[in-house]
């Protein structure tokens, strides 16, 4: 599994969960985030959010949507041995901020930044995910307040470099 599936996977569970959203959270790692870079999707993480209300309202509206949030939960929560609530919950943070640092690469030079709300939690989370799937790599470094989750040292590397020249 490369970085971007579990990006995808990350964010495919806050959908399932019904829990996240696009909009509304402030400043929050945008403060980090170099200029040059051409993707930056901030996701709300807070249940509450008017904006993952109205998502989950817009979603009501078609017929299969239960069974989708069924069978990403399963395929994602269930399959990885995680609780939402006792583990990926405090894993993460308000936000979760997906950045692409360029186009090229078939769209692998992506970071993921979160500050997560139980760090030994997130920890664990990296841990057992990991140790599931021998193929994942996921591995971060702190920069800023933030952890910068990537699958490679160098793509975290890349993006530090690049936050402090802008």
């Known amino acids: 599994m490369r970085f971007p599936a579990i990006t995808t996977a990350a964010c ?3 959908i399932a969960a019904g829990c996240g959203g696009t909009q509304g959270t402030g ?3 945008s403060d980090i ?3 040059s870079a051409p993707v930056f999707i901030q996701i709300d993480t807070d249940p509450g959010s008017a904006q993952w209300k109205m998502v989950n ?3 009501g509206h078609f017929p299969g ?3 989708a949030v069924n069978a990403l939960k399963k395929n994602i929560l269930e399959s990885g041995g995680f609780d939402w609530e006792k583990d990926v919950k405090p894993a993460l943070g308000k936000e979760l901020d997906l950045v692409g640092l360029d186009l090229d690469n078939g769209g692998k030079d992506f970071v993921a930044l979160l500050q997560p709300r139980d760090e030994s939690k997130f920890a664990d989370v990296i841990r ?3 140790a599931k799937d021998e193929t994942a790599t996921v591995i971060y470094e702190k920069f800023n307040g933030w952890a910068v989750l990537s699958d490679s040292l160098a793509m975290i590397s890349r993006f530090e470099q690049a ?3 802008e």
């Open 12 to 14: 495919a569970a806050l």
């Open 57 to 59: 309202a817009l979603a």
């Open 128 to 130: 057992r995910g990991t």
């Open 163 to 165: 936050s402090k020249n």
């Open 33 to 35: 985030v170099p200029e």
């Open 27 to 29: 400043a929050g790692a």
């Open 65 to 67: 949507k239960q069974k």
